[in-house]
């Protein structure tokens, strides 16, 4: 439905989240008038298609924060010294940049895949965004962690960019559903196939 949000009928609230950047509210509807969109009674389909698009978009953004996390965290590696030598030459590091890598390697060729899938109206659609979703979380919220890791004790502080990171990766991971709901959503598309 579509509804005036200027009427007296609703109420705004606004609610603070964890990512500061970003305006949320919640909308108390009490009798506000709506103007119904698309036929009575599909409402349910409409819904399906509108997180399935939602999915696939945001999984775009959580691999863009997922790739400036590794960006961030490699720069700092190879400008940080210890013990007489980039902290970027230690195994260790080294190993946890490279999971970063593969971890948004494969996000993207996912969310690829549920762009191509959106675009083309494929009838795999909720496979394909639901296989988006997940990698994107995982992605993201792994990106931001080992970032923060990274960094050290400086990780979380208002200095470095790195709790920006994380507090938009935890939010998107909870956007449209949890990635428990969009690994229950894959496993239903894959088993109706």
């Known amino acids: 439905a579509l509804v005036d949000l200027s009427q007296d009928a609703v109420v705004k609230d606004n609610v603070q989240m964890i990512d500061f950047s970003r305006g949320h509210a919640e909308l108390t509807f009490n009798g506000a008038c709506a103007e119904i969109l698309g036929e009575e009674g599909a409402g349910w389909t409409a819904v399906q298609s509108l997180m399935n698009t939602a999915a696939v978009l945001f999984a775009w953004e959580q691999i863009g924060l997922a790739d400036k996390a590794l960006e961030q965290a490699r720069e700092y590696a190879l400008g940080r010294f210890a013990f007489g030598r ?99 959503r894959l496993v239903d598309g894959l088993a109706a196939a």
């Open 86 to 184: 980039s902290i970027a030459s230690y195994q260790a590091i080294k190993h946890k940049l490279a999971k970063m890598y593969v971890k948004n390697t494969l996000a993207r060729s996912n969310a690829y895949y549920g762009a191509w899938a959106l675009n083309a109206g494929a009838s795999d659609l909720a496979v394909a965004a639901a296989t988006s979703r997940v990698a994107a979380i995982q992605a993201s919220l792994f990106a931001a962690e080992e970032n923060i890791q990274t960094h050290g004790g400086m990780g979380f502080t208002w200095e470095f960019d790195c709790q920006f990171y994380y507090r938009r990766a935890k939010l998107l991971s909870l956007a449209v559903g949890s990635e428990k709901q969009w690994q229950g």
